[in-house]
């Protein structure tokens, strides 16, 4: 059971037993408990798993086009899934104006700083639906973040 918590991201408590050594490495989604556990411990324990989860939680961008976040989901076009792709992978960290101007300039399209900063309209204004913002990062880049 332990396994599928690590593979598929579920929030795990798990239960040790008395004199078994606590678990080396747990993953964010893991905590721990020994039994007996007062009711009101075990579900704040519950609460913090799912906070945890919920807050780790990231956009999706799959190869249709598609950008999911949360519950929700809106589609993209090809120059837009170029640009979201670094964005979605580095979730929450700068990504370099000189970065996502080169991702213009070999699809094809015109890499100007004005050109770039249309696409990153555009691509915001998409991604309000799902609850998703591309904030600017004054002089570097853009970071992407939930609303």
């Given at each position: 059971m332990r396994e599928q918590c690590k593979?598929?991201?579920?929030?795990?408590?798990?239960?040790?037993?008395?004199?078994?050594?606590?678990?080396?490495?747990?993953?964010?989604?893991?905590?721990?408990?020994?039994?007996?556990?007062?009711?009101?411990?075990?579900?704040?324990?519950?609460?913090?798993?799912?906070?945890?989860?919920?807050?780790?939680?990231?956009?999706?961008?799959?190869?249709?086009?598609?950008?999911?976040?949360?519950?929700?989901?809106?589609?993209?076009?090809?120059?837009?899934?170029?640009?979201?792709?670094?964005?979605?992978?580095?979730?929450?960290?700068?990504?370099?104006?000189?970065?996502?101007?080169?991702?213009?300039?070999?699809?094809?399209?015109?890499?100007?700083?004005n050109a770039l900063d249309l696409h990153?309209?555009?691509?915001?204004?998409?991604?309000?639906?799902?609850?998703?913002?591309?904030?600017?990062?004054?002089?570097?880049?853009?970071?992407?973040?939930?609303?």
């Amino acid at each position: 059971m332990r396994e599928q918590c690590k593979t598929y991201g579920r929030p795990c408590l798990l239960i040790v037993e008395h004199g078994a050594p606590p678990p080396e490495q747990l993953s964010p989604h893991e905590d721990w408990v020994r039994p007996p556990i007062v009711r009101e411990d075990l579900q704040a324990r519950v609460r913090q798993l799912t906070d945890r989860a919920v807050l780790r939680a990231g956009p999706v961008l799959d190869p249709a086009g598609i950008c999911s976040f949360k519950e929700a989901s809106v589609t993209l076009s090809l120059t837009q899934c170029e640009m979201l792709a670094p964005l979605v992978a580095r979730y929450g960290q700068i990504i370099y104006r000189a970065e996502l101007r080169d991702i213009l300039e070999n699809s094809g399209a015109s890499s100007s700083s004005n050109a770039l900063d249309l696409h990153v309209m555009r691509l915001r204004r998409r991604l309000q639906v799902v609850g998703l913002a591309v904030r600017n990062v004054w002089g570097r880049g853009f970071v992407l973040e939930p609303l």
